[in-house]
């Protein structure tokens, strides 16, 4: 059987370019309804992450004051601490001095007294002494270089005096 095609070419290809038609147009709906798909789906992450953040806020105006709580509790443990490395540094020199003269005393002969004792910086220490004789001045001074927790014993000034010999002292005392 042999098919004649009696629809003149015209109106065939009216017929092709209206199916086109019908299937861009159908084509270009399909792509309009994917982008709205996609306008709504990221409109809906946009109101989910609002509430969220919303949220978030809320719980921060509820922690404020824990966290003030926490910053003066913290203030107060530095405070603590301060206090705490002041009263170990007193305690840590308490017995400085309690040592030193301890020491000195030591170093000290029966013909010799103090008349001054001053401490200055650096560990140093000057002595205003008397003594009945040079060889009681020349005693107390080996006593203290023989004593381990002196060091750099100087005689200052001379000995001067008849009967009564005064001189001075600069040590360095190590603790």
């Known amino acids: 059987m042999t ?20 299937l861009v147009s ?3 709906c399909v792509y309009a309804m994917v982008l709205v798909g996609i306008w709504c789906y990221y409109e809906m992450q946009k109101r ?12 921060i105006a509820a922690l404020v004051p824990d ?10 443990n530095n405070e603590i601490k301060r206090r705490v490395g002041v009263i170990n540094g007193l305690a840590k020199g ?8 301890d020491e000195f005393s030591k170093a000290m002969t029966e013909d010799v007294w103090i008349s001054n004792f001053s ?19 020349a005693n107390f001074m080996v006593g203290l270089m023989k004593n381990p927790f002196f060091a750099n014993i100087e005689l200052t000034g ?6 009564i010999k005064s001189f001075s002292i600069t040590m360095k005392y190590l603790y």
């Open 48 to 59: 989910i992450l609002t509430a969220e953040v919303k949220e978030l806020d809320v719980k």
């Open 67 to 76: 966290i003030t709580e926490v910053q003066r509790i913290e203030a107060e």
């Open 94 to 101: 308490r017995f400085r001095w309690v040592t030193v003269m």
């Open 26 to 28: 159908a084509l270009f």
């Open 158 to 163: 001379g000995v001067s005096g008849d009967d």
């Open 3 to 22: 098919l004649i095609n009696l629809l003149p070419p015209e109106i065939a290809e009216k017929r092709k370019k209206r199916q086109q038609l019908v």
């Open 119 to 137: 401490p200055s910086e650096e560990n140093k220490i000057s002595i205003s002494c008397s003594a009945f004789s040079n060889y009681a001045v």
